[in-house]
């Protein structure tokens, strides 16, 4: 039989608390702590219902009881588990929608919960929950699934889960290397390794569902119903190529992450059939020098920049290329752009939001060619805040296109040009000094490039350069976005607004704590702005402290998302925010234009009534492809650098600790960037101690403590390209250092790990 996860030992099989209910009179009332102890030792969802049952309450307490379950959910006492009814935190509900994540050795699939309760312990990893095996005849649960599952809690942490209802439309996919190997008969087996790192099972293939594929090759699958116990059988539907090719490492992330990259044969005519954009009712801009700047690889120029000094300070203009005159609502073409929500950039290829004729055609502003663009002409005063902003849909011709290496360098030798270089970094260095003035969070995180050859090899892993020309044009950008935001403010149309939450308390709270054991302070809740952030992180600023603490403020941070009600940008200290000036990759951005021309009356081609009732969801479904495309980037980059230290196995680097965690270490190499786990089983045989507000782990009985950025040595023991998996040992010689003393919540007895051999490191 399967596995199960241990049963928890003690209490009763369903029913309630078996505690006798307290000796109340009538007109009494429970305190707050008697009713969390209730709700805590209850084994199940607990309402009114039961609380005014178990302390024999009447209905005069009805109000006062309702009051208490409300602050008690507002301080996360308890957990909200349904309509009007609370657990311990910590706990699941009864059913709810999971997502499966992976399989044990035996093809179990695991699978967390989609969203879990937002109060569930900081120390706690995720809830993990083990699927039962799924009904004969019903093909095995893949990565990627969601099914609507019942819960049933198994021991601390762990969950088993058994499907109710199957949530998708189709099959489950798999992603792997087909492998052929002989079994222990000897006779010849077909078997499918996960690319998944997180899939501890392989996939059984026989002959007749192989579809040709090639021993090596990397193959998309779909699982088959088989046996409910041990390895899967699974079909091969698509081959992918030859692992080790150098296009495999982006296709494994693209079929993992079912990124689309097939344009339907309808979006592709239609941007065929394309056509230069005519003057018409056009502002007429071909005679000011606007001018391109973007990386050297670039190939799609959606913004260009001018700026000129004036008598009261600088008139910048922005003109972003006009991918609603092409891309009409309800068309094939939009159609297919929404499915991809934004552009994947991979280091050996880009999957574009729209066909190559228009994001590298006629939607690219090139220079000496016409465009069509939208575009907002700003006025700001010497001290770069802004005075006015106009709207417009212009014809353009860029005059240069440039790359952020060409502008800084004629910038930095005062190179006499025709081109507006000298006035853009005047205007910029206003502009820099507002948004000093204003307050942002600027984190400095480095960024890795990866450089491939022509045979699509991995040649050298860098630093990405950070030029104030970078800077520039960010910050001409952020003005346009803004301006974007309030003109449709202005215009009482409806905005897809970027929006930024601040951190939550809990959240703050812990970076609050880390930072009081490095002796730097934060204002108490509720005061806490990004200026006072970023103070935090110019004390820091060269010191050996700073890459741990802008780790630590990163983590502290909420994820930026899409949404038609305005919560401001906390990072950027905005009160309204929108995205403006990238509508080839991003649709976002292309809805933000169609609300302009509408509102501005500038064509046909604007949001409609009909469109904009429908904007709700299409935030919540571009966030989703936004936080897709950023996994499968990282998770490319991953393998690149995998594949790049396959051959490196066995030698030593200077690396920092980037994560610390129960079940061991995160380093990231100081040279090429790359990151693995260090094992805690690797560690010297100890009691490891994890204190997350300190972020350290500590020996027990050796007092060794390990800590985030602590400078290391580590030995490369394992690089896996099919998973993208880097396993490090740390070796003898590095100078852990002492274990630091708990401050604050944080005196609670630390989670222990007994784990490792003796004499190993």
Known sequence: MAKRPPAAKGGRKGGRA??????????????????RAFIKDSPGRVGKREIIRHFRLGPEHRTALRDLLRDLASAGNVAPAGHRRFTAPGRLPDAMIVEIIGTDPDGD?????????????????????????????????????????????????????????????????????????????????????????????????VAPDANGAQDGEVVLAEPLPG??????????????????????????????????????????????AARATPLGNRTDLRDLPLVTIDGADARDFDDAVYAEADATGFRLVVAIA???????????????????????????????MLP??????????????????????????????????????????????????????????????ALPVDALYAAYRALLGARQRRGTLDLDLPERQVILNTQGKVEAVIPRARLDSHRLIEEFMVLANVCAAEELERLHQPCVYRVHAPPSEAKLEGLRQFLASLDLRLPPQGAVTPADLDRVLKAVLGTPEA????????????????????????????????????????????????????????????????????????????????????????????????????????????????????????????????????????????????DETAQTLTGRRSGICFRLAQEVDVRLSEASPVTGGLLFHILQGSTPGKPRPNTGSSRKRAPESRRGRSGRT
Not at 140 to 161: C, H, M, S, T, Y
Not at 331 to 346: I, P
Not at 400 to 414: I, K
């Open 18 to 35: 078996s505690a006798p209910p307290p000796n109340l009179s009538t007109g009494d009332f429970p305190s707050r702590e008697t009713v």
């Open 109 to 205: 699939p695991i699978a967390r919960p989609v969203e879990w309760p937002a109060d569930w312990p900081r120390d706690q990893r995720p809830p993990r929950i083990y699927m039962a095996p799924e009904a004969a005849g019903q093909p095995a649960l893949a990565p990627g699934q969601r099914v609507l599952a019942r819960i049933r809690p198994r021991g601390k942490d762990v969950f088993e889960g058994r499907t109710l209802k199957r949530l998708d439309t189709e099959g489950g996919r798999i992603v792997g290397v087909y492998t052929l190997r002989t079994d222990r008969h000897g006779l010849p087996e077909a078997r499918i390794v996960p690319t998944d790192r997180r899939a501890k099972a392989e996939w059984l293939v």
């Open 227 to 272: 046996k409910p116990f041990g390895l899967k059988p699974a079909r091969v539907v698509e081959r992918l190529g030859q692992l080790g090719d150098a296009a495999s490492v982006s296709l494994i992330v693209i079929a993992t992450h079912d990124i689309p990259t097939d344009f339907p044969e309808a979006a592709i005519a239609q941007a065929e």
């Open 322 to 352: 006009d991918v609603a005159h092409y891309v009409r609502p309800n068309s094939a073409l939009d159609r297919a752009a929404r499915l991809r929500g934004n552009s994947c950039y991979f280091p050996d290829r880009v999957v574009p």
């Open 356 to 417: 190559e004729a228009l994001s590298n055609g006629w939607c690219s502003l090139r220079p000496d060619e016409d465009r069509g663009c939208l575009f907002v002409d700003i006025s700001i005063d010497a001290q770069g805040n802004k005075q006015s902003h106009r709207f417009g849909r212009g014809l353009m011709r860029s005059a240069a296109r440039l790359t952020y290496e060409q502008v800084q360098d004629l910038h930095n030798a005062q190179t006499e040009t």
């Open 547 to 690: 890459p741990m603490v802008n780790e630590m403020m990163l983590r502290s941070q909420s994820q930026a998302a899409y949404d038609i009600d305005n919560i401001g940008h906390f990072g950027l200290s905005l009160p309204r925010y929108a995205h403006f000036t990238s509508p080839i990759r991003r649709y976002a951005d292309l809805l933000v234009h169609r609300a302009l021309i509408a509102g501005l009356k500038l064509g046909p081609d604007g949001l409609s009534d009909s469109h904009a009732g429908t904007l709700e969801d299409d935030c919540q479904h571009i966030t989703a492809t936004e936080r897709r495309a950023q996994l499968a980037e990282r998770d490319a980059i991953d393998r690149y650098l995998a594949a790049f230290m396959a051959d490196k196995v066995g030698t030593q680097f200077a690396a920092r600790i980037s994560g610390v965690t129960r079940f061991g270490l995160f380093v990231t190499l100081a040279e090429s960037g790359a990151s693995g786990l260090v094992p805690v089983s690797s560690l010297l045989d100890d009691f490891w101690m994890h």
